[in-house]
């Protein structure tokens, strides 16, 4: 990272230090996750105070100094998604996600999570996209970055999969398995891979999602977790 620079972040954890300094892990498009400290944030007339908050876009400068954390300069809040804490559902799926993509991002270093948290928090904030279609949403992308999607094109014996069948999932393999008696259609498999390509608003809109959420919300957390 440069000495100083200027970037959007978002917080994913914030822990109080000192007297009036707070520590926090940040997720930014360039830089991935970062360690930063905002010094005397807590005390009254602090004026870093305004533009830091959880559940947010902020715009932070941060200065690299000879520690390990960067230190915050100036703060600016773009968007505060506001709508989400007045959903317990919502608030609590979006404290998961936010310890999610910290554990995450120390495994990989990858910009992309910023956009993934970006869009989380645009998705529970709208009322009109049920939290089941963003959790879904999400936890495939998630494994997707993490490079433990799902096999949408192919079965476990590498044929393609195919209309009028039905399938059971192969935990192990992280594929689909010819079976008569299988609860997956290849309905649930094109929503799927909607899911997998589209954000939330637009699989939000398909016909019937309420048919295939639930099913498919499992398989999300198997690929997931």
Not at 47 to 55: H, P, Q, R, V
Not at 184 to 212: C, Y
Request: aromatic share 8%; charged share 25%; net charge negative.
């Amino acid at each position: 990272m440069m000495s100083s620079l200027v970037t959007k972040a978002i917080i994913l954890s914030r822990v109080n230090y000192g007297e009036a300094d707070r520590i926090m892990q940040i997720i930014t498009p360039e830089y991935g996750k970062i360690g930063v400290i905002a010094k005397a944030v807590r005390r009254e007339k602090s004026k870093l105070a305004g533009g830091i908050e959880l559940l947010a876009v902020c715009t932070l400068t941060l200065h690299q100094g000879k520690g390990e954390l960067a230190i915050v300069t100036s703060a600016r809040l773009e968007k505060f998604y506001n709508s989400i804490l007045a959903d317990y559902d919502r608030l609590q799926f979006a404290y998961f996600v936010l310890k999610d993509v910290a554990r995450a991002a120390e495994l990989l270093t990858e910009p992309a999570f910023y956009v993934l948290t970006h869009t989380l928090l645009e998705s529970l904030d709208n009322g009109r996209i049920p939290l089941g279609v963003t959790e879904l949403w999400y936890r495939m992308q998630m494994a997707i970055l993490l490079g433990v999607g799902i096999n949408l094109a192919t079965d476990h014996n590498g044929m393609k999969l195919v209309e009028d069948a039905t399938y059971r999932f192969d935990v192990e393999d992280m594929a689909f398995v010819y079976d008569e008696r299988g609860e997956f259609t290849s309905d649930h498999i094109k929503f799927l891979r909607v899911a997998s390509a589209q954000n939330p608003q637009v699989i939000a809109h398909i016909t019937g999602v309420d048919d295939f959420l639930k099913v498919c919300q499992q398989i999300g957390r198997i690929a997931h977790e």
